[in-house]
T-cell receptor, first 113, second 108 residues
């Protein structure tokens, strides 16, 4: 199994641009999570999907952030418009059960200039 | 979620066992103890979890005291690739969050 796949691995963009991060979870996993990690704030859960349905989006910072999971093998996290304070490493994780062990992807390092 | 306390850093010799302590004195009955690690510039990696019984898998062993107020993660034969920040977390839902963790450096 290839594990959780994220793309792109690095993204540099200018303030105001739209950014789309992509995630392919491990096949057969029914839970998907998007996290953000920064030195200042540590690891933060942004949104949790179960069986493709958003269950908890209380961690999404503001309306500029949106996430979708159109099917069991693909999810996107979109930031529009992006701001410099969005610069962080964004991780996608999947889990074979509701909230047991989570398997993380390699992350997308986002830099907004 | 209950707070955990871990030593900020520890060194370990390659090939020796690494014992990582964690205090979680305010843990509640339905909270699990989870261990994750994060190697530099990589995503967090799940290691092991348990409720009250000791657990072992291919990566590590988890020893939880009878009163559940503390636990120890054991890496039986540390290698250089085990150098990472190790996080002890207690929770009963999905909202992972990491504290400062223990920076483990395995030396040849």
């Amino acid at each position: 199994d290839a594990g959780v796949i994220q793309s792109p691995r690095h993204e540099v963009t200018e303030m105001g641009q739209e950014v789309t991060l992509r995630c392919k979870p491990i096949s057969g996993h029914n839970s998907l999570f998007w996290y953000r990690q920064t030195m200042m704030r540590g690891l933060e859960l942004l949104i949790y999907f179960n069986n493709n349905v958003p269950i908890d989006d209380s961690g999404m910072p503001e309306d500029r952030f949106s996430a979708k999971m159109p099917n069991a093998s693909f999810s996107t996290l979109k930031i529009q418009p992006s701001e410099p304070r969005d610069s962080a490493v964004y991780f996608c994780a999947s889990s074979p059960r509701d909230f047991n062990e989570q398997f993380f992807g390699p992350g997308t390092r986002l830099t907004v200039l | 979620d209950a707070k955990t306390t871990q030593p900020p850093s520890m060194d370990c010799a390659e090939g020796r066992a690494a014992n990582l302590p964690c205090n979680h004195s305010t843990i509640s009955g339905n909270e699990y103890v989870y261990w994750y690690r994060q190697i530099h510039s990589q995503g967090p990696q799940y290691i092991i979890h348990g409720l009250k019984n000791n657990e072992t898998n291919e990566m590590a062993s988890l020893i939880i005291t009878e009163d559940r107020k503390s636990s120890t993660l054991i890496l039986p034969h540390a290698t250089l690739r085990d150098t990472a920040v190790y996080y002890c977390i207690v929770l009963n839902d999905y909202k992972l969050s990491f504290g400062a963790g223990t920076t483990v450096t395995v030396r040849a």
